[in-house]
């Protein structure tokens, strides 16, 4: 009596007993006894299989018991190890292409991680850093501040929680935040894979759908190193429910898997809607999604696949409304909006089982999908506080402002779209249509949820261009099927599944991918060339738009170094918040306020005055409107090209250190130089109150010239200042400390550091 399963053990334990079971076997078919010599075996062999009771010892040798179950095992074995084999090589590509997305993300490693900063990329990932930072101040556990309540709550309370073993205010919370996007965008690229995975079948497009995910540049530049805002953390949610999706209309049966499938729908879903105030937007294709996905179900026999779906979708609307009442996390739009979607979805379940129950088509749930439709639209209006979001959201989608609300096309035509969208853009638009085929003849509603999370977010990217890494994941997963379908034109692989089961096979003899199970096998030379060049079309020139988008946001060394001393400078001298507020740019303002004062909820004051100051006139005339609120200013080099006024406060700072250098034009007597970078890009003023120096004139003098040598870390100049002659007296506010020459410089004044930070006055003996 044979023991299937000590077989199946002495093959696994002994791999090499599988080929010598061949031919031992092809020896028993000949033969009525054999010898371990007949078939080039060692005795041993023969006395294990006797042992485990497949073979028994005969006069003239040895027999096989029963060479069926042998058979039988050696057969599966070679299929196990097959299919084992198999499944290396689909998760060692797997590795590969994540570590590609790694790989990409991270070109701005050196500029990101300086000395003993972690120097975030762009201006609004230190909102992110300072909302851990405050989370992290309250107590042993995250606890959010009233700021993040509204809007992002779990995006904070996720990267605190992460930040939290490090402790508040140090080097862990920017070392969390700096490599969040790129977590994020592996786990995005891992679900993209599993839905590209599912919808077709066909491991080689998951695989190219992760990779070229890996090299779009809108999802690589807004996940890469140090690019910590909320669109990393919304690209996981919104792959986590696209997978949960596909998943739940891919199965008919209800198992295990089918409601582990509906509770990562239901925490998709929810995520979305406590991460981001315009959550809606994410949600929003799920909708006609799931309406198109409905007339392909009620064509299909059997269980119904929504009902999963709509669990999902309620569960998780419940979930994101219990955080809400409990933690007082997100708008209440926000989650209201969830909480319609799950009511529609219901209502979309019910109207099919009625559609079903009176033998009706699928053109009577298609109209009643048009009347109900239109009724919610206007019943939606008819709710104030979801009416007054929607009427904001528009009036956002309209209005212009920074570079990211212009859509993708807005510069630079078809370029641009390339530029933003990359290779997969143009693999994924022609597959479109096939999709839609796909979905509606084999009757695969996943398709028609992927198609029009495409469409809806290539309409938002068209509007503004920060929609692109949403658009990110589905058009690598259309590009995933495109890629796959191109290289089969070029006969270097069999078409994809979804293409062969259209009835468009081809011979797959010299396949790359190896035969009908899709294994990953190395085809020839040739092949391997021509596959690995169109391989690099798709990736380098997404790789080298992300590269070049990411040093656009990277923080400059002029601006770390402007930052990097104003920080020492405002410890050194102990000044306190908002003595210690950095007037800047608003694109980098938050920079500089996190370093210099761990301030960075907001640059709108900044957004507000810093060009008006700029392009004023008079510098001294805002003294008084940054007392006590104002304590450094940065300028910066702008190209002239001719349009700057030599009298605006921009020329009189940058260019000349506020000194009266140019004899119509004044200098300033509020705004000392304290530091310029080495190649001058950035330059320091500290508002000062300044010291009044205040004595008689030299005779027939209309106006008396001041002059004082002043040099500061990274450079020296002549500080100028000119006071006109009122009755034989002068007056005249200086905003540097130091030895002045009055008139041809016969007579002298010193003014003190103490003089120029009391605002005191210097009288000159006559």
Known sequence: MTDDADLASLLETRPDFASKLDRLLDVDAEQ????????????????????????????????????????????????????????????????????????????????????????????DPYFYRYLVDQALLDGPLPSLPERALRGEPLLAATLAVAAWP??????????????????????????????????????RVGLAAAGLLAVTPAHAYRTALGVADHHAFDYVWLALTALAVIELLSRSERDRRTW?????????????????????????????????????????????????????????????????????????AVVYALDLLALGSVGLLALVVVVRRLDGSWTWLAAAEVVLGI????????????????????????????????????????????????????????????????????????????GVYAIHFGVLAALQRRFGGELAPFAAILGGVGFVLLASWFDLVKPPVPRRLAGRDTDGAVAADGGDDDALVVPDRTRVALLAGLAGVAVGSGSLYAALIDRRLVITDATYEAARWISEYVDEHDIPYPESYVLSKWGRNRVYNYFVNGEAASYSYAERTYEDFLFSNDADSWHEEFADRVGFVVTRDLP????????????????????????????????????????????????????????????????VRLVADVSIPG??????????????????????????????????????????????TVTLDS
Do not use: C
């Open 375 to 450: 009724g919610a639209v206007v019943a939606v209006r008819r709710i104030p506080v979801v009416s007054t979001e929607l009427d904001a959201g528009l009036d956002f989608f309209l209005r212009s402002g920074p570079a990211e609300l212009a859509g993708v096309g807005a510069n630079y035509g078809a370029v641009g779209v390339l530029v933003i969208l990359g290779f997969a853009s143009v693999l994924a638009a022609p597959m479109l249509p096939f999709a839609a085929k796909w979905g509606w003849q084999r009757l695969e509603s996943g398709w028609f949820v992927v």
């Open 260 to 332: 582990l499938a509906a509770g990562g729908l239901a925490v998709g879903v929810a995520a979305q809607a406590l991460a981001w105030e315009a959550a809606p937007l994410l949600l929003l294709p799920l909708a006609p999604g799931l309406a198109l996905a409905a007339l392909v179900e009620i064509r299909r026999p059997g269980p119904e696949r929504l009902a999963p779906v709509v669990a999902g979708l309620v569960a998780g609307a419940a979930l994101a409304h219990l955080v809400h009442l409990l933690l007082g996390w997100q708008f209440e």
């Open 715 to 760: 450079d020296e100049f002549e500080y100028v200042r000119r006071a006109t002659v009122t009755d034989g007296t002068f007056e005249v506010t200086v905003a540097n400390p130091g030895t002045y020459r009055i008139g041809q410089g016969d007579t002298t004044v010193e003014v003190s550091e103490r003089a120029v930070q009391a605002g005191e």
């Open 166 to 203: 490090f402790g508040a205010g140090t080097w862990g919370s920017g070392f969390v935040v700096a490599w969040y996007p790129v977590v994020a965008a592996v786990a995005t690229a891992a679900l993209v894979y599993g839905a590209a995975t599912r919808l077709t079948d066909d491991a």
């Open 640 to 703: 002239h090209l001719g349009l700057i006024s030599a009298s605006t406060v921009q020329s009189t700072l940058h260019d000349r250190f506020g000194s009266a250098t140019i004899s119509n034009i004044g200098g300033v007597g509020h705004f000392r130089a304290v530091f310029a970078t080495d190649d001058g890009a950035r330059k320091v003023f500290r508002v000062v109150p300044g010291a009044t120096i205040r004595g008689p004139a030299p005779a027939e003098t209309a106006r």
């Open 32 to 123: 009525d006894a054999w010898r371990p010599v007949d078939a080039g075996v060692d005795d041993a062999v023969a006395v294990t299989l006797v042992d485990s009771g497949h073979v028994e010892k005969v006069p003239d040798g040895y027999r096989f018991t029963d060479r069926e179950t042998v058979r039988a095992a050696v057969d599966d074995y070679r299929r196990d190890a097959s299919d084992d084999r198999r499944r290396i090589r689909v998760r060692t590509a797997l590795l590969v292409a994540l570590a590609l997305v790694v790989l990409v993300r991270l070109p701005t490693i050196q500029e990101v991680f300086r000395d003993d900063w972690v120097v975030l990329a762009s201006n």
